[in-house]
Nanobody
Framework: VQLQASGGGLVQPGGSLRLSCAAS????????IGWFRQAPGQGREGVSC????????YYKEFVRGRAAIARDNAKNTIYLQLDFLKPEDTAVYYC???????????WGTGTQVTVSS
């Protein structure tokens, strides 16, 4: 299972970014895909997840209303749209694949998101 995260960058507070997680079609069909983040000196925490069966979506409270996760079957990619970004959203964002949401078995590379003026 291979996952490749991209789309991070430097953005001002209140700005937006769209993160991408590219994987094979088999991976997207067989696993739930989750976005997690890890800030300096902090543990890794879940952000959002899309299930493998019915593509239900889930969000942690701190991003609810500011994030949207979606699957593009044509591009074998899971997107995470982040809006109204705050400095406390600064972290390395990872996508993972797992048997169920929030239970990741595989991790992809991370992408740095920095929110600063």
């Amino acid at each position: 299972v291979q996952l490749q995260a991209s789309g991070g960058g430097l953005v001002q507070p209140g700005g937006s970014l769209r993160l991408s997680c590219a994987a094979s079609r088999d991976t997207l069909d067989d696993y739930a895909i989750g976005w997690f983040r890890q800030a300096p000196g902090q543990g890794r925490e879940g952000v959002s997840c899309i299930s493998r069966r019915d593509t239900s979506t889930y969000y942690k409270e701190f991003v609810r209303g500011r994030a949207a996760i979606a699957r593009d079957n044509a591009k074998n990619t899971i997107y995470l749209q982040l809006d109204f970004l705050k400095p406390e959203d600064t972290a390395v964002y990872y996508c993972g694949a797992g048997r169920d949401c929030w239970l990741m078995d595989y991790w992809g590379t991370g992408t740095q998101v920095t929110v600063s003026s």
